[in-house]
Nanobody
């Protein structure tokens, strides 16, 4: 069974930065696409960024140029570097294994809360 543990969230001022981490176990990480999602209360969870097993990345327009997804296969860890944060980035952030065709592939972890506020 795949387990996903997100960390790195917190309170940051607008314009600030955070780096989120996602440790995955129970899967062959190096062969798995990974993605970061976010959810605001009352809204659907949305895909933010994805990275293929080969390192190809994709982002939603709202975060292009500000967020960077990466992975370290030796550590079974995916990262989301978030710069120039805006209040509208406030959400609970989740990671998951990912397929462009099927989307998120496993059960969700607890997520990590990011709050952007002055």
């Amino acid at each position: 069974q795949v387990q996903l543990v997100e960390s790195g969230g917190g309170l940051v001022q607008p314009g600030g930065s955070l780096r989120l981490s996602c440790v995955a176990s129970g899967t062959i990480f190096s062969m798995s696409g990974m993605a970061w999602y976010r959810q605001v209360p009352g809204k659907l969870r949305e895909l933010v960024a994805s990275i293929s097993s080969r390192g190809s990345t994709d982002y939603i327009n709202a975060v292009k140029g500000r967020f960077t997804i990466s992975r370290d296969n030796a550590k079974n860890t995916a990262y989301l570097q978030m710069d120039s944060l805006k209040p509208e980035d406030t959400a609970v952030y989740y990671c998951n294994t990912y397929s462009p065709i099927r989307g998120a592939l496993n059960s969700w972890g607890k997520g990590t809360l990011v709050t952007v506020s002055s």
